[in-house]
C-alpha cells in the first residue's frame, strides 16, 4: 500500500495562510487529490489531481505538489475553514492520509 | 444533482454479515463511472473497500478480498455492499461515493452510515 503521512493538527488565525502537508511512501505522479470533512457531513472533494480545483470550490484553496510531496494552501483562512483535511492517491489501489484537523483560533 | 444515500443496519453481530446499500439519484449509474464504498474507522483513518464499475465490473481492496461482495441492481440504481465474518475491527463509518474512473478520485460522497459491530 502506498502510505500517505500528515500532519495531525494545525492552529491558524483567521485572514493568514496555511499549508497543508501530505508526503507519499512512493511517487504517485501527480495523482494526489483533498477533501475536506466537517464533523457530522462526508468528505467534500476540493482539489483533484495535485493543483485542479473543483467545481465550487472557492478560489482561496489551491494545491501543489508532484511525486512523493503534495501540499494544499488555504490563503486566507475563513473560520468556515475549521475541519479535517484527508489528502488521497490514485496511482495504485486508492489510499488515504489520516488527515489534519485544522483549527481557527 | 447527483445524490448518493447509503443505508443499513446500524449494528450487526460478529461473524455475521454486513450489508448496505447505496441509493443513487441524479445519475444512472450504467451510464458511466465507478461506484465505490469507502469506510472512515474511529481515529480518522480511511479506507477504499472496492468499486463496481457501470458496466457491472468489480474491483476490491486487497485486503478485503476475501470478506467482500459489491454488487448492483440497475432497475433501482442502487449498488450493494455485503462485507462477510465481520469483526469489532469493521466497526466504521460507510460511504458510497462516485468515482471520476480516469483519475480514481471520489467526487460525490454520500452521508455515511455508522455501522457498530457488536454482541
Known amino acids: 500500500d502506498t502510505v500517505l503521512t500528515q500532519s495531525p493538527a494545525l492552529a491558524v488565525s483567521p485572514g493568514e495562510r496555511v499549508s497543508i502537508s501530505c508526503r507519499a511512501s512512493e511517487g504517485v505522479n501527480s495523482y494526489m487529490h483533498w477533501y475536506q470533512q466537517k464533523p457530522g457531513q462526508q468528505p467534500k472533494l476540493l482539489i483533484y489531481?495535485?493543483?485542479n480545483l473543483a467545481s465550487g470550490v472557492p478560489a482561496r484553496f489551491s494545491g501543489s505538489g508532484s511525486g512523493t510531496d503534495f501540499t494544499l494552501t488555504i490563503d486566507p483562512v475563513e473560520a468556515d475553514d475549521t475541519a479535517t483535511y484527508f489528502c488521497?492517491?490514485?496511482?495504485?489501489?486508492?489510499?488515504f492520509g489520516s488527515g489534519t484537523k485544522l483549527e481557527i483560533k | 444533482e447527483i445524490q448518493l444515500q447509503e443505508s443499513g443496519p446500524g449494528l450487526v453481530k460478529p461473524s455475521q454479515s454486513l450489508s448496505l446499500t447505496c441509493s443513487v439519484t441524479?445519475?444512472?449509474?450504467?451510464?458511466?463511472?465507478?461506484w465505490s464504498w469507502i469506510r472512515k474507522f474511529p481515529g480518522n483513518k480511511m479506507e477504499w473497500m472496492g468499486y463496481i464499475s457501470y458496466s457491472g465490473s468489480t474491483n476490491y481492496n486487497p485486503s478485503l478480498k476475501s470478506r467482500i461482495s459489491i454488487t448492483r441492481d440497475t432497475s433501482k440504481n442502487q449498488f450493494f455492499l455485503q462485507l462477510n465474518s465481520v469483526t469489532t475491527e469493521d466497526t466504521a463509518t460507510y460511504y458510497c461515493?462516485?468515482?471520476?474512473?480516469?483519475?480514481?478520485?471520489?467526487?460525490?460522497w454520500g452521508q455515511g452510515v455508522m455501522v457498530t459491530v457488536s454482541s
Open positions: 461515493a462516485k468515482i471520476i474512473t480516469t483519475t480514481y478520485y471520489f467526487d460525490y
Open positions: 488521497q492517491q490514485s496511482w495504485n489501489d486508492p489510499t
Open positions: 489531481k495535485a493543483s
Open positions: 441524479g445519475y444512472t449509474i450504467t451510464s458511466g463511472y465507478d
